[in-house]
Each structure stands twice: as C-alpha cells, then as structure tokens.
C-alpha cells in the first residue's frame, strides 16, 4: 500500500495550486484522506481531510481558499488551494487511514510530500 502524491510547486501570492494524492496497492477499506502540511521550523499540521463519505474539515487558515475533494472509486484525494498566500509556503503531506487486504486494522499513511513555494 502506498501513497503517491503531486502537484506542488512554485507560484506567486495570489495563485493556485492543485495537489493530487492516489492510494494504491491491496486496500480493504480507505478512511479518511487529507493533506498535512509541514514549514520550516514548525509542527506539522492538518489542513483538510475527507472521509469517505465526502465529510470536509479544514484548519481555520485555510478556510475559504482551499478546498479538498475525493473519489473514492479512483482512490484519490485533491486539494485545489487557491489565493495562496507566502505563509502557505510548506511540505504538503498525504495522509490516509488504510485498513490493507487481510487485515482488520487501519493503520497511517503518508505519501512522500510535495513542496509548495509561494512567492510574495
């Protein structure tokens, strides 16, 4: 099981990104998805999650400007972030909670992280 993410990138204040997240591999049943973000010198942080019933949650900071999606029949998770602001600047991270085949427990999963700079 694993998780391969996209999309990241330089863009000035202002701009948009999307970010792109697919979970492959023998997957029983996925949880919930969502991006972590990570900057320099900081804790990691929840920006947006979905379940699988396409319930959304977002950190405050975020509200407004980005907004995570999902199709659970393609087993990925987007997240459209729009009027990036300099402070935006991070890793992002995909997360998923994924119980694998012949399992019955979820366990956490990260993709690999895609830098996103924006520029002031």
């Known amino acids: 099981v694993q998780l391969q993410a996209s999309g990241g990138g330089l863009v000035q204040a202002g701009g948009s990104l999307r970010l792109s997240c697919t979970a492959s591999?023998?997957?029983?049943?996925?949880?919930?998805m969502g991006w972590h973000r990570q900057a320099p010198g900081k804790l990691r942080e929840l920006v947006a999650s979905?379940?699988?019933?396409?319930?959304?949650d977002y950190t405050d900071s975020v509200k407004g400007r980005f907004t995570i999606s999902r199709d659970n029949a393609k087993n990925t998770v987007w997240l459209q972030m729009d009027s990036l602001k300099p402070e935006d600047t991070a890793i992002y991270y995909c997360?998923?909670?994924?119980?694998?085949?012949?399992?019955?427990?979820?366990?956490?999963?990260w993709g690999q992280g895609t830098l996103v700079t924006v520029s002031s």
């Open positions: 997360h998923a909670q994924i119980t694998p085949m012949l399992s019955v427990y979820a366990s956490d999963y």
């Open positions: 591999g023998s997957i029983s049943r996925l949880g919930v």
């Open positions: 979905a379940t699988s019933i396409l319930s959304t």
